[in-house]
Antibody, heavy 121, light 107 residues
Framework: QVQLVESGGGLAKPGGSLRLSCAVS????????MSWIRQVPGKGLEWVSY????????KYADSVKGRFTISRDNAKKSLYLQINSLRAEDTAVYYC??????????????WGQGTLVTVSS | DIQMTQSPSSLSASVGDRVTITCRAS??????LNWYQQRPGKAPKLLIY???SLQSGVPSRFGGSGSGTDFILTISSLQPEDFATYYC?????????FGGGTKVDIK
């Protein structure tokens, strides 16, 4: 079955860095766009970034542009999110999601269980 | 940026009820609209993509409709496992924004 497993979350100080990883199995990873979506506990969902199947097309939310870097390794079937210059408002559960596309429609068809990032001094 | 507005933000319903949730986009997004269900403590789950296409494995009591700026998620007969929060999300352009969510709880 399809599995997406995030890791790398934890407690970090403001201004610090973290690298999140997402290991994927059960889908042909190289065919999929991939995304990161975050959720402040008790609040709604916020799309953070996506990367195309070949890694060439990358988009970010304005709130993370310049601080977050998405990347992937198709050989390892893994997705990454480098988070720098952490702020308190980055505290959230971070989900990775496979991102299918049908013509021009994109949708998040499989999700991981999430990894919690807490930014606090 | 395209804003997505869901209504109501919460509702109470009974098992067997027909439930409708609306989602309005701040501009025309054609049918680039998806719906997700999130149960407490769990990751979101895709229900509907492209406004009306049912994701594989999702029960047929879930249905989606609409185009342009106004969309509806319908649950034809609410089941106990359907008590959850529902989110719409557009994919017309980046940023890919979500609605604020609609929490469905037990009356």
């Amino acid at each position: 079955q399809v599995q997406l497993v995030e890791s790398g979350g934890g407690l970090a100080k403001p201004g610090g860095s973290l690298r999140l990883s997402c290991a994927v199995s059960g889908i042909y990873f190289s065919d999929y766009y991939m995304s990161w979506i975050r959720q402040v506990p008790g609040k709604g969902l916020e799309w953070v970034s996506y990367i195309s199947d070949n890694g060439i097309t990358i988009k970010y939310a304005d709130s993370v542009k310049g601080r977050f870097t998405i990347s992937r390794d198709n050989a390892k079937k893994s997705l990454y999110l480098q988070i720098n210059s952490l702020r308190a408002e980055d505290t959230a559960v971070y989900y990775c999601a496979s991102t299918a596309y049908l013509g021009e429609v994109y949708y998040f068809d499989y999700w991981g269980q999430g990894t919690l990032v807490t930014v606090s001094s | 940026d395209i804003q997505m507005t869901q209504s109501p933000s919460s509702l109470s319903a009974s098992v067997g009820d027909r439930v409708t949730i609306t989602c309005r986009a701040s501009q025309n997004i054609r049918t680039f609209l998806n719906w997700y269900q999130q149960r407490p403590g769990k990751a979101p789950k895709l229900l509907i993509y492209a406004a009306s296409s049912l994701q594989s494995g999702v029960p047929s009591r879930f249905g989606g409709s609409g185009s342009g700026t106004d969309f509806i998620l319908t649950i034809s007969s609410l089941q106990p496992e359907d008590f959850a929060t529902y989110y719409c999300q557009h994919s017309y352009s980046t940023p890919l924004t979500f609605g604020g969510g609609t929490k469905v709880d037990i009356k």
